[in-house]
């Protein structure tokens, strides 16, 4: 099956449509690895506010990173050296603590506010907040006579 699609022709005749090609191309590039860790949830806790909320058991907050790049939320974890106590030998490990880099797509009216780390719980507070200009807005409809006269004392 091919994994790669070609949205050349359709972004012939499209303008500011470039996001949505590079959302696409990344999409087809994920694995079903990349995207089983770490586990996490996006829920709307609200009209205009959202939350991540990512399980990252075994983590320590120095080691987890949050940068907001243009339209892009990027977390990241690099795990620190352990440093092997005298008589520890693990009999089974199965936390994974495994270097990760996971990115989410922001919508221009998206902002990051604010981030907690509790319990091996990364939550990642985000609000909508839309411009003024971008806000629905209702428009008068104005008498037609009116209108034409208005047009004829500009003339």
Sequence with gaps: ?????????????????????????????????DAAFPPYNIEKVGEDRYRITMALA??????????????????????????????????????????FERRFQLADVIKVTGATFENGLLNIELVREVPEHKKARKVEIGNATAAIEGEKAAA
């Design 58 to 99: 075994g983590f320590d907050r120095s080691e987890l990173d949050i940068t907001v790049q243009e339209n892009s939320l990027i977390v990241s974890g690099r795990a620190a050296e352990e440093t092997k106590t005298e008589g520890q030998t693990f009999l089974h490990r199965g936390i994974a603590k495994r270097a």
């Design 1 to 33: 099956m091919r994994s790669a699609f070609d949205f050349t022709p359709l972004l012939r005749s499209s303008i500011g449509f470039e996001n949505l090609s590079r959302l696409v191309d990344l999409a087809t590039r994920m694995t079903d690895a």
